[in-house]
């Protein structure tokens, strides 16, 4: 059996009203014991993350700062592996890579960008994933595939991470998350986003059985790199509570579940501090889920959690 790994901690945020106040939250996030500081990419209310992770490096001695993940369809492979390892350099090697094939339908659509099918969008991530690492060795680099060719381009700057900053890798469906389980260091456990929007059968694809299978995939695929995966999922409600049965109800009746389906799923921690405490500990041993990222509205709410088992 895989050896657990020491329970983490992350924020994932969105939005920095300004300058003064993204830097706060940077601040406040790493005094409160978590590892790390994530923003999304889309193009609805968020900053820029790119600029915004950079500031947040900048404001911080020890917080690492990640993308959860980028879009590999805003952005060519060449420019984005420039872009982080400008970011991995100027860090002092605190950031995580987190890459995506895109799923929001409505970036798409409201950008005019074509939203090809899953299966395309996969296999051109996976193209650009070969060319960010292969630009990160700091060696002439040339590939020819379907979706890029890039010729004799040499990767500059070297990250300072070797030999290249975290990878992470995420999904719902079987084929992201087998390739996440080959090539991520850490894989992000999510819902099934094929259908490209937040609905309730998007929801009900994170229940627990769904979790195990998902785990399955990864196990199966990552094979005897298994221990030096590292697996993380994002928590959508992290909701301290002392009265999580009402909480669980009333999201139940909203997706066609039980309240106990609400309660296992690994996507929600619901509860008072204790309960949550046993929850996550309970996750990290069915699953292996070790990095757990709440979203930065619940950040100062979940410190006790945080306090009680990060690094245990």
Do not use: C
Not at 125 to 150: D, N, Q, S, W
Not at 168 to 177: A, S, T, V
């Amino acid at each position: 059996m895989t050896k657990l790994r020491p329970l983490r901690f992350g924020v994932q945020e969105h939005r920095a009203p300004s300058a003064t106040a993204w830097k706060e939250k940077a601040r406040q996030v790493e005094a409160l014991g978590y590892a790390s500081l994530y923003l999304p990419d889309h193009f609805t209310d968020q900053v820029g993350p790119i600029a915004a992770l950079m500031a947040a490096a900048d404001a911080t001695t020890r917080l690492r700062v990640g993308s959860l993940v980028f879009d590999n369809d805003y952005r060519h492979p060449v420019v984005l592996a420039k872009e982080a390892a400008t970011i991995d350099l100027l860090s002092d090697g605190r950031f995580d890579l987190g890459l995506g094939a895109g799923w929001m339908a409505s970036d798409y659509e409201q950008a005019g960008i074509p939203f090809d099918s899953p299966g395309t969008r996969i296999s051109r991530m996976e193209e650009a994933l070969t060319i960010i690492k292969g630009l990160f060795t700091g060696e002439p680099f040339t590939f020819a595939g379907e979706h890029y060719r890039v010729t004799g381009i040499e990767g500059s700057p070297r990250p300072l991470q070797m030999p290249h900053p975290p990878i992470l890798l995420g999904g719902g469906g079987r084929r992201m998350l087998r390739l996440a389980a080959r090539e991520a260091d850490i894989v992000n456990v999510n819902f099934d986003l094929r259908e490209g929007a937040i609905n309730r059968n998007l929801v009900r694809t994170g229940l627990a059985e769904a979790t195990d299978e998902k785990l399955g995939w990864i196990r199966d695929a990552a094979g005897e790199r298994m221990e030096r995966v590292e697996l993380s999922v994002t928590i959508f409600l992290a909701n301290i509570t002392d009265d999580r049965e009402s909480v669980a109800s009333v999201m139940a009746a909203g997706i066609g579940v039980e309240p106990k389906d609400i309660l296992a799923m690994p996507h929600f921690l619901i509860g008072t501090v204790d309960e949550v405490v046993e929850d996550v500990q309970a996750r990290r041993e069915r699953y292996g889920i070790s990095y757990v990222i709440v979203p930065g509205e619940a950040a100062e709410s979940f410190a006790p959690v945080v306090a009680r088992l990060a690094g245990t």
